[in-house]
């Protein structure tokens, strides 16, 4: 797996659909592939896996649900918004400037058995959660060919 660095913690997003998964190299799962490209902002991000569910959950603060879009587009799901700047009126000047603001747009490709015609999303309290539901993998399992003789 690839480590994105953000905010001084390392994200694990990126990896190699031929990439061993507890130790099978054929394990079904699921997989997101970070496909963002530049923005003002980049929310920082979890991915999860519980039970039927992927989760995607991005830190959001002082963004409303109004003010955030998610799409879903064949295998890819783009989120998009714009965190606004909470400077007062006026010329500022900066002491000291870490918390980012501005537009946003992140998208990934995900890769395994799901249902991206259910995905859902929920932003409470600036976090910005994305269920996707998980389905029986119908491709790709894995099975012994016998070999016959001669």
């Known amino acids: 797996m690839k480590a994105r660095n953000q905010g001084g913690r390392a994200r694990k997003l990126e990896g190699d659909a031929n990439e061993e998964r507890d130790g099978n190299p054929f394990a079904d799962g699921v997989r997101l592939l970070d496909r963002s ?16 569910f ?10 409303t649900a109004d003010q955030v879009r998610v799409w879903v587009r064949g295998s890819c799901i783009r989120v998009a918004g714009e965190k606004p700047a909470d400077f007062p009126a006026g010329k500022v000047s900066f002491l000291r400037l870490e918390r ?51």
């Open 37 to 52: 490209s530049s923005a003002d902002y980049l929310p920082l991000l979890d991915v999860t896996e519980c039970g039927d």
């Open 54 to 63: 992927v989760y995607v959950t991005l830190e959001t603060p002082g963004v």
């Open 100 to 150: 980012g603001f501005g537009k946003f747009c992140r998208t990934f490709e995900v890769i395994g058995p799901v249902d991206l015609g259910k995905v859902s999303a929920r932003q409470k309290d600036g976090i910005l959660t994305i269920t996707i539901p998980k389905i029986p993998e119908r491709r790709g399992r894995e099975r012994l060919v016998p070999v016959m003789p001669d």
